[in-house]
Structures are given as C-alpha cells and as structure tokens.
C-alpha cells in the first residue's frame, strides 16, 4: 500500500501545480491598465483637437509560442520527477481598449500613468504601403521572401505605426509562407494587398502574364479576409508581350480578383486615362507625386480630377524614387493635396529621403498641410480606404492602438530627390501603444515605470524549461 500510495500523492500535487500554473491571473484591483495624462488629443474621426485623458483597460494579454511535447525527466537537485507533457499549441493574445476619452481622468484608477504633457495623443499611424516579406532568397530585387523588404516590428513602432500594408509582396502562391514567416509573429499588425503575378515580387516574374490569376488570387484574399485587404499590381509594362495596351491586363485581372474577395485594387504604374477608366471607387493609386499628374500650366489634368471626382483614392507611397517635388509643388499649388500618405517603406527607401512616416508627415507639414490633416491622412482615412473602419480612431470600445509624440520647434531639412524644403516642426515619437500595450517607449514617461516582478516561484513549481518563457512575457504582463 505505502509503494502505491507515495507515487500517487506525487501526482496528485504535479496536477496541482498544473492546474494552478494554468488559471489565469486574478483581475487586477484597478480598472485602468494605463491613463494617459495631459495630452492633446488628434482623432480625426470624431473631431477630437484638444487636451484630453485616455484610459485603457486591461484587455491585453501576451502571445505564447507554441511549445513541443516535453519527455518524463527524472528528478534531480530536490526536485521532483516530472511526467510526459503533451504539446502545447501556440496561444494568441488579446488585445486591449480604449475605455474612456474625458477630461481629467483620476490617474489613481490606473496602473500606470502615462504622462503626455506637451505632447500629440492620436491614433496608431496606419501605413498602407510597405513591404516586409523579408528572407533568404537571394537574387535580382526581390521584395518577396528576400532581403529587400523588412521586418516590421523593428522600423514601425518606434515611429508611431502600428498597422501596415503589405503591397504586393506577396502573390497568391506564396502568401501563406509570408503569413507563417512575418504576419503570424509581428508585434505590429500586418495586413496585406496580395500581387496579381502569382509569384509576387519576387524580382523576375513580375512581367509574366502567364501567373496572372484573378480566380486564384481572389480564392486566398476569401481565405483570410481578415489579413488580405485587396490586389496589387506594379512594376508590369507590356508583359514582354508587345501588346498594345499590355499594361492594361493586369489591371483588369487585379480589379476582377479584388472583386472576388471584395477588397481594394491598388495599382503603382501608369498613370493615364485608360488606367482611371478602368478603376472603381475606392481603388487606390499610389506614387501620385511620382506621376506625371500636372499641366503644363500649372493645373491638375482633367482625368486625375475626374478620377478624384469618382472616388479614386491619390497615395503617397514615397520609396526610393516615387515622391518628386516638381511634381508635388505644384499640385500643392493647386490644392490635389494626397488622400492618404504611406511610406513604401523597404530596405533601399528607410535611409533615403523618406526614412519613415513621421519624417514623411513633416515633410508635407513642411509643405502646408496642417497638423491634423497630416494626421487625418495617416490613421483615419487609410483605415477607410482598406475597408477597416475598427482602426485609426480612438473611439471608446476601440483596440487601443495609439502614437504619443512630440512636435519639435527648430529649422529642419525635409528632400526629396529631386529638392529639398525647409521646415519648422519635425514628429519625434515618444510612446506607441499596439493592442492596449506598450511597445516603444522613448524617454520613460510612465509612472511607475516598472511594476513590481511577481514573487520567484521555487523549482518545485515551475522547471528550467519554463523559466525561459515566462521571462519573455512583460513585466505588466506578469503583474497583471
């Protein structure tokens, strides 16, 4: 009895540890995760401009990586042995909400107090044209699974981003690797328009009419609506085809597969009158400064107008070589101010003259455009343009998705290939919020600005193996 009876209590309190190890954390005394203090508030959406407080509840939780069955291991050191552990599927977190925008909200209420005195509170930046499909296939300029586009998290929230657009990296063959490979892991939130040549941008296919599938491509965009905003085509002349009117192909097939999933057509080529006639509203045509959009007089042509008219949406998407001040001038001039600004940001474009959004948002600052329409044009009206009316505002009920930074007065330099304009105020980000957390945070303008860590369990309860992860979880986390 006594040699059955040792083995089975043993079990019993390995089960409950593990039972204990698996109920979720009791629910903080305070209903606040964080109040941010002192602002003043940009939300576009709900004609919000003035100093205001935010509170954010505490809806976040972390990701957890999946994690392999783990062997029986013999006790050792005073601890005991440890039965066969199944696997464990990976585990998706929680995002996170704004729970109030009032006047002077009572900092008590919350755990930590964010103080954004002399600061911008505005929604997360949403950029809608990037390229982060990164990896290892070498060769040409290859934006899909190569070295030429970029990890997200690492360019985007220390600048205020907290959603991005991949255009087209990908094409319907391999969008599930860029899923598996970036989306899947990425603190920052991507989406994606999906490239019309099956092979995506992969640096030699681009021109191949025969990966042009508009019933395949729209099939992956109905797969997951939630990721694939719409088709992309770009970088396709004729098709080496010497068809007239061969760029017009995969327009039409883009257009036709974005109807399929009922996501938008966004298209970086030519652009002309046939192109205009051709798109709906709500497509979007991106590089417009690259373009040649003006008169020779100085005024808009009548098809970019007529395309405006008809709701077709003007992009910035700068990059290396797509923003050109003899064509961005005189359109200013002329009031075709952008519908929304984006970055193209890839790894040839961050260290050029477009850098990042908020280098970009004071360049058109610097150009006339005011504060809040500069910020109207990079959260509120690209979340529209993607058909995402949940992002880029800071309504109460919304993911708290949030950019904190300062307008710095002093005399800046903003170019661009072909020019240069000064300025007076340049967007230094202090703080991002993604999903109701904190993921950059500059100068420390939190109190307190670490919680206190939760007491170290002994070895009995948690095992070597554990102590990794639990480490990679944040200390608010851990606290709360």
């Known amino acids: 009895m006594k040699k059955i009876f040792v083995p089975v209590l043993a079990s019993l309190f390995l089960f409950s540890i593990s039972v204990k190890a698996q109920q979720p954390a009791a629910a903080p005394a305070k209903p606040y995760k964080y109040v941010i203090k002192g602002g003043h508030v940009i939300d576009p959406k709900n004609n919000i401009d003035e100093v205001m407080d935010i509170a954010i509840d505490n809806g976040w939780t972390p990701s957890m990586e999946a994690r392999d069955a783990q062997p029986a291991r013999p006790g050792t ?31 008590d209420l919350a755990v930590q107090v964010i103080d954004a005195t002399g600061l911008y509170v505005t929604p997360g930046i949403v950029d809608i044209h990037t390229h982060n499909f990164w990896g290892t296939n070498m060769g040409g300029i290859n934006y899909k699974d190569g ?37 899947d892991v990425s603190k920052t939130r991507v989406l994606a328009f ?30 997951y609506p939630d990721i694939i905003v719409g088709v992309k085509n ?69 098809f970019v107008l007529a395309a405006r008219e008809k709701g077709v949406i003007f992009d910035v998407g700068f990059g290396g070589s797509s923003f050109t001040f003899r064509r961005a001038t005189p359109a200013f001039k002329a009031g075709f101010l952008p519908n929304s600004i984006s970055s193209d940001q890839h790894i040839n474009s961050m260290n050029t003259a477009m850098k990042d959004m908020q280098n970009i948002m004071g360049l058109f ?72 957390n904190v993921e950059y945070n500059l100068n420390g303008r939190i109190k307190p600005i670490n919680l206190p860590q939760p007491p170290r ?20 986390a851990q606290q709360l």
């Open 77 to 107: 050191n005073g601890r005991p042995d440890r039965p066969a552990e199944p696997a464990r599927p990976a585990v998706k977190g929680t995002e996170g909400h704004i729970a109030l925008v009032a006047k002077n909200i009572d900092p």
């Open 234 to 302: 770009a970088h396709y002349g004729n098709g080496n085809t010497g068809k007239p009117d061969g760029n017009l192909v995969p327009i039409r097939e883009g257009i036709k597969a974005a109807g399929i999933m009922d996501g938008i057509f966004m298209l970086d080529g030519q652009l002309s009158e046939k192109t205009m006639e051709l798109f709906r509203p709500g497509d979007i045509f991106t590089h417009i400064y690259g373009r040649d959009l003006m008169n020779e007089d100085g005024t808009v042509k009548d």
């Open 457 to 476: 369990r002994a070895h009995s309860d948690v095992d070597e193996e554990h102590r990794p992860a639990l480490a990679r979880v944040p200390v608010a």
């Open 194 to 223: 999906l490239n019309i040549i099956g092979t995506g941008m992969d640096g030699k296919g681009e021109n191949n009419e025969a990966e042009i599938d508009a019933q395949k491509t729209g099939e992956m965009g109905l797969k």
């Open 365 to 436: 600052m610097a150009m006339g455009m005011p504060l809040q329409d500069v910020v109207a044009a990079s959260t509120w009206e690209p979340a529209q343009e993607i058909k995402r009316p949940e992002l880029g505002h800071l309504s109460e009920g919304a993911v708290a998705d949030i950019a904190i930074f300062e307008v710095r007065d002093g005399k800046f330099g903003f170019w661009g290939n072909d020019g240069y304009v000064d300025g007076t105020k340049r967007i230094v980000n202090e703080i991002t919020i993604r999903g109701g």
């Open 147 to 183: 070295p030429n586009g970029i990890q997200p998290d690492g360019f985007t929230l220390r600048t205020g981003v907290t959603t991005v657009v991949d255009a087209g990296s990908s094409g319907w063959r391999d969008f599930e690797k860029f899923k598996r490979q970036t989306i």
